[in-house]
T-cell receptor, first 113, second 115 residues
Framework: GDSVTQMEGPVTLSEEAFLTINCTYT??????LFWYVQYPGEGLQLLLK?????DKGSNKGFEATYRKETTSFHLEKGSVQVSDSAVYFC????????????FGTGTSLTVIP | SAVISQKPSRDICQRGTSLTIQCQVD?????MFWYRQQPGQSLTLIAT?????????ESGFVIDKFPISRPNLTFSTLTVSNLSPEDSSIYLC????????????FGPGTRLTVL
């Protein structure tokens, strides 16, 4: 079945460091891929998405490229800020398997000044 | 995009009681979903709330424990019945304005603590 495997955390970085959070997926069909962010005490917010192979999603300095050949959708940011401290979830939705979104386990990021 | 509100934002309940959570979307949406997020865990889909018909439950979740209503295209409720401490969790409502592959937008969540 469909699934998402996400890099385990927690991750602690200094401000202005480079961030990579790995995400790989298994899907029956041709999924859409998403990154969501959850700030402390809040619900999930869509960060970026990509709907087909080689698409790059980007938002707020974050980027992720849909790589079909490696079944990956790694999240990157060139220079993190303290305000980026949150939990990041990789997710997919696959038409073949119906309505369900499949979420990774989440990666907690803490950025220290 | 859709803006989603949930009530209550948090509650503390006694064992054996029930809590009903309301989810309101600011526009008509096709799909509405209910998730559970246990402490430090990822999201688990409880059910898809269907407008005008019974909800579609995922494996491990049953209607008697988690009755769901969706009387129209912008509103849904989830009731967590016969509460036990194991039900302590965050419950999240989400909605998709388009088809199954469309972006899901999430409410802020309801944090439930059962004593």
């Amino acid at each position: 079945g469909d699934s998402v495997t996400q890099m385990e955390g927690p991750v602690t970085l200094s401000e202005e460091a480079f961030l990579t959070i790995n995400c790989t997926y298994t899907a029956t069909g041709y999924p859409s891929l998403f990154w969501y962010v959850q700030y402390p005490g809040e619900g999930l917010q869509l960060l970026l998405k990509a709907t087909k192979a080689d698409d790059k999603g980007s938002n707020k300095g974050f980027e992720a490229t849909y790589r079909k050949e490696t079944t990956s959708f790694h999240l990157e940011k060139g220079s993190v800020q303290v305000s980026d401290s949150a939990v990041y979830f990789c997710a997919l939705s696959d038409y073949v398997t119906g309505n369900q979104f499949y979420f990774g386990t989440g990666t907690s990021l803490t950025v220290i000044p | 995009s859709a803006v989603i509100s949930q009530k209550p934002s948090r509650d503390i309940c006694q064992r054996g009681t029930s809590l009903t959570i309301q989810c309101q979307v600011d526009s008509q949406v096709t799909m509405m979903f209910w998730y559970r997020q246990q402490p430090g865990q990822s999201l688990t889909l409880i059910a898809t709330a269907n407008q005008g018909s019974e909800a579609t439950y995922e494996s491990g979740f049953v209607i008697d424990k988690f009755p769901i209503s969706r009387p129209n295209l912008t509103f849904s409720t989830l009731t967590v019945s016969n509460l036990s401490p194991e039900d302590s969790s965050i419950y999240l409502c989400s909605a998709s304005a388009g088809g199954p592959l469309d972006t899901q937008y999430f409410g802020p969540g309801t944090r439930l603590t059962v004593l």
